[in-house]
């Protein structure tokens, strides 16, 4: 059984950063990624890694401020969060997309993800 534990997110100021992390088990190397959802907006894809071909992938918004990475030893994805505004403000989630599922990082389409962690607060505001 696929398990995803996030931890990592809290309250800062403009400029400020964050490194959110998602500790999973049970789980096949395929595409790991951090959405986020804002309240009434949409689930949001913001980044994702695909372990099998090594790609990375960021939505346009966070290129340049935010760094998704992976240490395969401890099964465990970071989302490095830097120049944080306030509209990065949400709740972010870990998503893990089971093998087969083709281009889930590419896209970042929620539905592609099957396995999701109980989120973790983001909130930027002076």
């Known amino acids: 059984q696929v398990q995803l534990v996030e931890s990592g997110g809290g309250s800062v100021q403009p400029g400020g950063s964050l490194r959110l992390s998602c500790a999973a088990s049970?789980?096949?190397?395929?595409?790991v990624a951090w959405f986020r959802q804002a309240p009434g907006k949409e689930r949001e894809g913001v980044a994702g890694?695909?372990?099998?071909?090594?790609?990375?992938y960021y939505v346009d918004s966070v290129k340049g401020r935010f760094t998704i990475s992976q240490d395969n030893a401890k099964n465990t994805v970071y989302l490095h969060l830097n120049a944080l505004k306030s509209e990065d403000t949400a709740m972010y989630y870990c998503?893990?997309?089971?093998?087969?599922?083709?281009?889930?990082?590419?896209?970042?389409?929620?539905?592609?993800?099957?396995?999701w962690g109980q989120g973790t607060q983001v909130t930027v505001s002076s």
């Open positions: 998503a893990a997309a089971d093998r087969g599922i083709a281009g889930a990082c590419a896209t970042l389409e929620p539905e592609r993800f099957a396995h």
């Open positions: 049970g789980y096949k190397r395929n595409c």
């Open positions: 890694i695909d372990g099998l071909v090594e790609s990375i």
